[in-house]
Structures are given as structure tokens and as C-alpha cells.
């Protein structure tokens, strides 16, 4: 093995070391928060994320049961029991119609009906949100909702 | 032992003679000389000078960090850290922007369902938006501060000017960046502390319309207002942002971090203070960062006259002499610097980790142009423009004062021609500043803690209307 000439040695004072030291101290303190902090979050995260949502959904039921009086029962009957336009509180509206499908109706309308669309961007007055808080309202009526045929013409529940 | 005759060849292509580099023992060290690695790490691990310095000269990191820097920018108290903390911030706001951005529609009938999908349905969704949002907050709180600082430590003077410039330049586009990233949640906080803002423009003589009609786009904030500032809060600011950071950082390196120069130059710190009662105290304190003794009364007499170490001087190994090595007062960037930012920087991870835990980015109901909250409030830097709109005329507070607040500032360094950085040679700049800077901090205190609706006074021990 050759001899070793690598130059003068590195001379460093002892409290540059020490004070290195404590700062890598710092950053594995910091690591271990963090490394713990994710998975902490990722258990808590399923039961602040169904919170969240029943929230959302309370929020949906209780502004979508509003949008809906101001806007749709004049014609659909106050609770969506009838009137001179489709009954939408019934077994069999409800069961056959998709929340999309909703959605698309009250957005574009219905053609050859005095059903306008009510989405904003085709000129009506609603968000796409107000309108999914009028879908979500009316699903909520879906478990008593009564069997009524004739449905389309906005007949009442016997 | 590897084969001597095949080493050589390798190792003078490296620039490393044989008797430098390690011998190869272990299956460890067998990986460090095969060529993949070598090719990736450059140099070994040497604890000599020259080997320190090489690594330092064949890495990447040289672009942003000396080889050596002075010992005195290892102090806490040197910058507070404050430029990189907000470099960080600007790095954690752009990996989370990334995420957010995958869940994200700039339109106003699909942007508030995204958020309302970030909090109920998409992993990590709300702590992503939360922390995005208390980055951005802290960002703009922490580039203030590093402004401030610089201005207290006259570090903007000769040859720092065109820096300090680049400097408000990235100030506004911090602003910019979080009053476009304010709108994106489409809620009604957003939606009108943004009308708030853009109804400012408004007051600019002459080109108030035009200007207003280019930052929103039509008659009031609607989908192109959101696609503008979309596309400017994830294309436009961030690559300004970047351009104008690798000058600021390119500059720093250039002026900042060099070796100490004549006693005339901006940061020329009297030898005193390395030698006198102050870094005496820290020897003794165990608490501060560095604990930098006091150094040899020799070497302070040759900082004092001027001289500096050169930098080759270290990488040529037989020319670090003793009176050199003397006045030597730097340390190498790495470890000692980069180490320590790597640590500032995970401190940084955890603080806005832990705040986004805590404190959720609020949503409120979806912007609705027919109703307006009561009270309106700008985002909290802009509070105190508002608070001065209510008692002044809106082309005073609302334009005169900022811009001249800001062009003031930008050209600073080239009126202030005093060359002084000690604050006992700076009394009217000083004072002029602070006076600005209480006057600023008490209208944004007062507009976002003790204003209620209709801008009426409301003490925030009876109701908070501060909305972060």
C-alpha cells in the first residue's frame, strides 16, 4: 500500500461538531413527528371524512328542501306530492330514476313541457350545486314515498 | 485491495490521485468504486480539506451552495433563516398545489363540489388543502419578515442593490400568488375578498377600466375571472417566481456568502464583534445555535485589515499554509450548512404539517354574486389597504399609497446612498421604516380583528370576523 499523503487533515473545532450534533437532533425530532403524524392522521382520516359527509349531507337535505319550495313546488305540489307537474314523491319516480338522471333533467329540462332548464349555464338560476341539493332533497323522500301509477301527471296520493 | 494499475487510470480521470482515494474493503466499499456509483457521487467521503472541497466543487448543490462559507452564516441569528424557510414554503406549496390540482376544475359550477370532494371523499384531501393554505399564509408572512430583516441589516446596499429589487419583485409575486390562489375555492369568502381586491384596480387613473376588464374579464367576477387566475395561480406566477428566485438565490451566492471583504462593503461586521463581549457569550451559551467562540486575536487583526481566504488556496493542498489557515473564519457549506437547512426545512414540513392538522382552510357557502357577507374582507395582507380605504380617498389609500409604499421600497438601495449598515449610521432610514412598518402592522390589525359589519368597530373579545 502506498503511502498515504492526503494533504494536511481536516482540523475542524470540536464545537462546530457539537453544535452539527444538536442540530441532527433536531431533524431526527422532526422526522419522528413527522413519520407519526401521517399514519395518526390516516387512522383518524375515515372518521373525519364520513363526519364531513353526513354534514355535507345534512347541509344538502336541509338547502335542497328550501331551493325546492322557492323554486319547484309552485308546479311539483309542496313536498313533491303533485300538481300540475309530475308527482317526484313517489315509489315509483324515485326507484326508477338515477340521481345522475335527476341531475340532467333539472339542468337541461324537459323539451315540449314547461320544465325549463334551471342550470346556470343554460340560463336558469341554479349552481350545479343548488341542484345537487335539490337531488339529494328528493332522495331523502325516497323510503316513504308512496305508490302513486300516474305519477306523470302529477297526481296526488290516494 | 483493488488492482493498482487499473485504479490509476480510473482515478486520474476523476482528478483523484491512487494514495487519495480509499482502498476497496467490504462488499460496502467494493459498490462505492464500481462505475454506476462513481458516476453518481463523484468523489469519496475524504476528512481532509481537499477532499471536502472536492466533493463540494463536483456537486450539484454548488449551483446554490459555496464550498466554504463563513462561520458567521451558520449563526441563527445571521438571517433567521427566513429566505429559505420561505424557499421551502414556496417548494411544500407547490408539491401539495400539484395534489390539489389533481382534484381540481376551474369552473364555477364544478369548483365548489371539488372542494367539498377534497373534505368528504378524497384521501388526504382536507390535510392537503389545509396545509396548502397555511403555507401560502405563512409564505407571505415570512417573505415580510425577510424583507424586514434585510432592511434592518442594511443588506440591500452596495452590491446588493439589484438584489433587494429581484427581492420585491418575488414580494409581489408571493402577493400575486395568494390572491389568485384566494378565489379558487369558488366559496363566498373567496368571491368577495377578491371583489374587494379587483375593486381596487378600479380607482387606477386612466386605466382603471381597462385594467379591471384584464384581471377579470367581464362585468363582474364570473368563470373567466376563475380561469384567469387559475391559469395564473398554477402557469404564470410559478414560473416568475422561479425565474426570479434563481437570480435572487444566484445573486445571494455571488454577494452573500462570499468571503468576508473590506471592512467598506455591505456586512463587513467590525472585527469586534467576532472577538469582543458578544461572541464571548456565546461560547459560554449553550442555547444559541452556534455557540462560536471568540477567535484568536490574530486572526481578528488580519479580518479587521481586510484579507481573504481564497478559495483555491483550499483545493491545492500543499498551499494552505498556517497564517492562511489563520484567517481562515469558514466552514464547509457541507455538512455544516446544508445540514443545518435540511433541518430548518423539516422544522418547516412539521410546523405547517401540524398547523393543517389542527386548524382546517375554511369553506363557506358557495359564492353567490346576489349576496354579499357582511362584514366583506380582503385577505388579511390586504386588510390594511381596506382599513386605510375607509378613511381616505380610494385613489389615495387605494392607489397613491401602495404604489408608492412599493415603488419606494424597489428603489430603495439607489437613493439611499448611505454606506453605512451599523443602525447608530442609519437613524432616519431606520426610523423612516419602522414608522412605515407600525403603520401597516396597526391598520392590518385593526382591519382584521376590530372591524364588524359595515366596517364598524367590533373588539374581537365580543366577535371575530377574521376569516384566514
Redesign the interface.
Same mark, same amino acid.
Given at each position: 500500500?502506498?503511502? @498515504?499523503?492526503?494533504?494536511? @487533515?481536516?482540523s475542524?473545532?470540536e464545537?462546530?461538531q457539537r453544535?452539527?450534533d444538536? *442540530?441532527?437532533a433536531?431533524?431526527l425530532l422532526?422526522?419522528v413527528?413527522?413519520i407519526v403524524?401521517f399514519p395518526l *392522521?390516516?387512522l383518524r382520516?375515515p372518521t373525519?371524512?364520513s363526519d364531513? @359527509?353526513n354534514e +355535507?349531507q345534512q347541509n344538502y337535505e336541509k338547502t335542497g328542501g328550501e331551493l325546492f319550495s322557492q323554486n319547484c313546488a309552485s308546479c311539483h305540489g309542496k313536498q313533491a306530492t303533485g300538481g300540475t307537474a309530475p308527482t317526484l314523491n313517489s315509489k315509483q319516480f324515485l326507484s326508477t330514476t338515477s340521481d345522475n338522471q335527476m341531475a340532467l333533467i333539472i339542468t337541461g329540462g324537459v323539451s315540449g313541457s314547461s320544465m325549463s332548464p334551471w342550470?346556470?349555464?343554460y340560463g336558469g338560476s341554479l349552481?350545479?350545486? +343548488?341542484i345537487?341539493q335539490l337531488v339529494t332533497y328528493l332522495r331523502t323522500l325516497e323510503p316513504h314515498a308512496p305508490s302513486i301509477p300516474d305519477w306523470r301527471t302529477g297526481a296526488k296520493a290516494p | 485491495m483493488i488492482d493498482q494499475e487499473a485504479a490509476s487510470g480510473e482515478q486520474i480521470r476523476d482528478g483523484l490521485e491512487p494514495d487519495v482515494y480509499p482502498v476497496a474493503e467490504g462488499r460496502w466499499q467494493r459498490l462505492k468504486h464500481t462505475d454506476a456509483w462513481r458516476s453518481m457521487f463523484r468523489h469519496p467521503q475524504l476528512d481532509t480539506p481537499r477532499g471536502r472541497a472536492l466533493q463540494g466543487f463536483s456537486n450539484v448543490f454548488l449551483h446554490v451552495y459555496p464550498v466554504k462559507v463563513p462561520r458567521r452564516v451558520l449563526r441563527l441569528r445571521y438571517s433567521w433563516r427566513l429566505g429559505f424557510i420561505a424557499t421551502v414554503l414556496f417548494w411544500i406549496l407547490v408539491v401539495t398545489g400539484v395534489y390539489l390540482m389533481f382534484f381540481y376544475t376551474p369552473s364555477v359550477t364544478a369548483a365548489y363540489g371539488d372542494m367539498q370532494q377534497l373534505r368528504t371523499g378524497i384521501g388526504f384531501g382536507q390535510l392537503i388543502r389545509n396545509v396548502h393554505r397555511w403555507s401560502a399564509h405563512l409564505m407571505v408572512l415570512v417573505v415580510v419578515l425577510h424583507l424586514v430583516r434585510v432592511f434592518f441589516a442594511g443588506a440591500y446596499k452596495k452590491p446588493r442593490e439589484f438584489n433587494w429589487v429581484i427581492g420585491i419583485g418575488l414580494l409581489a409575486v408571493t402577493l400575486g400568488f395568494s390572491f389568485t390562489g384566494y378565489l379558487l375555492p369558488w366559496d363566498q369568502l373567496s368571491y368577495w375578498a377578491v371583489t374587494v381586491g379587483t375593486n381596487l384596480v378600479n380607482y387606477v387613473p386612466i386605466f382603471g377600466g381597462i385594467l379591471t376588464d384584464l384581471l377579470i374579464g367581464g362585468p363582474q367576477i364570473g368563470q373567466p375571472t376563475l380561469q384567469r387566475f387559475y391559469a395564473l395561480h398554477v402557469a404564470v406566477l410559478p414560473l416568475l417566481l422561479a425565474l426570479f428566485l434563481m437570480v435572487h438565490i444566484w445573486r445571494v451566492r455571488k454577494d452573500g456568502f462570499a468571503v468576508r471583504r473590506g471592512a467598506a462593503g455591505a456586512f463587513a461586521e467590525g472585527a469586534n464583534e467576532l472577538v469582543g463581549s458578544e461572541s464571548a457569550a456565546d461560547a459560554t451559551d449553550a442555547t444559541d445555535a452556534t455557540d462560536e467562540p471568540a477567535i484568536p486575536a490574530a486572526t481578528a487583526l488580519a479580518l479587521a485589515n481586510g484579507d481573504r481566504v481564497r478559495l483555491l488556496g483550499v483545493v491545492d493542498r500543499e498551499s494552505v499554509t498556517a497564517e492562511e489557515r489563520l484567517t481562515d473564519d469558514t466552514v464547509f457549506a457541507w455538512p455544516h450548512l446544508i445540514v443545518r437547512h435540511v433541518v430548518v426545512a423539516l422544522g418547516t414540513i412539521a410546523t405547517v404539517l401540524a398547523l393543517g392538522v389542527a386548524f382546517a382552510a375554511p369553506l363557506r357557502d358557495i359564492a353567490n354574486p346576489n349576496l354579499t357577507p357582511e362584514p366583506a374582507k380582503a385577505p388579511w395582507y390586504f386588510v390594511g389597504l381596506q382599513e386605510l380605504l375607509s378613511h381616505f380617498d380610494p385613489l389615495i389609500a387605494g392607489i397613491f399609497v401602495p404604489a408608492g409604499v412599493l415603488l419606494t421600497l424597489a428603489f430603495l438601495p439607489y437613493f439611499d446612498k448611505n454606506p453605512h449598515t451599523e443602525s447608530k449610521y442609519r437613524k432616519v432610514a431606520i426610523s423612516v421604516f419602522a414608522t412605515i412598518l407600525v403603520i401597516a402592522v396597526v391598520l392590518t390589525v385593526i382591519g382584521a380583528l376590530f372591524r364588524g359589519p359595515g366596517w364598524k368597530f367590533v373588539p374581537p373579545w365580543q366577535h371575530s370576523y377574521l376569516e384566514m
Open positions: 500500500m502506498p503511502e @498515504k499523503r492526503s494533504g494536511p @487533515k481536516l475542524e473545532p464545537w462546530l453544535s452539527l444538536r *442540530y441532527l433536531f431533524g422532526f422526522m413527528v413527522l403524524a *392522521y390516516r382520516e373525519l371524512r364531513a @359527509k +355535507q342550470s346556470l349555464d349552481t350545479d350545486e +343548488q345537487r | -
